[in-house]
Nanobody, 126 residues
Framework: QVQLVESGGGLVQAGGSLRLSCVAS????????MAWFRQAPGKEREFVAA????????YYADSMKGRFTISRDNAPNTVHLQMNSLKPEDTAVYYC???????????????????WGQGTQVTVSS
């Protein structure tokens, strides 16, 4: 069993920044492609960004390109989401997701991810 734990959410003013982190624990042998999704109130969950375990390539939803950056650090199975120039419409619960040994191509498809975190709230005030 793999557990994903997100951190770093909170309240920020429009134009501000937040950095989310997600750590995988438990049976974390192997390598995981990891992603961030978000769900705003009354809306469906949507893809934000992903990083491939095999190539380190990153993928973004069009509306996040240039403002959000996904990265992995040296600790295995740890991923961050740096969010800049935040807007009120970025307010949502942000979820970390992981899939072992997945090399694409459909990183934006939430159905391919086997593990999910509990989510962390991001609120952007205007």
């Amino acid at each position: 069993q793999v557990q994903l734990v997100e951190s770093g959410g909170g309240l920020v003013q429009a134009g501000g920044s937040l950095r989310l982190s997600c750590v995988a624990s438990g049976r974390t042998f192997g390598r995981y492609s990891m992603a961030w999704f978000r769900q705003a109130p009354g809306k469906e969950r949507e893809f934000v960004a992903a990083v491939s375990w095999s190539t380190g390539s990153t993928y973004y939803a069009d509306s996040m390109k240039g403002r959000f950056t996904i990265s992995r650090d040296n600790a295995p199975n740890t991923v961050h989401l740096q969010m800049n120039s935040l807007k009120p419409e970025d307010t949502a619960v942000y979820y970390c997701a992981a899939r072992q040994w997945y090399s694409g191509p459909d990183y934006s498809n939430q159905n391919i991810y086997a593990y999910w975190g509990q989510g962390t709230q991001v609120t952007v005030s205007s």
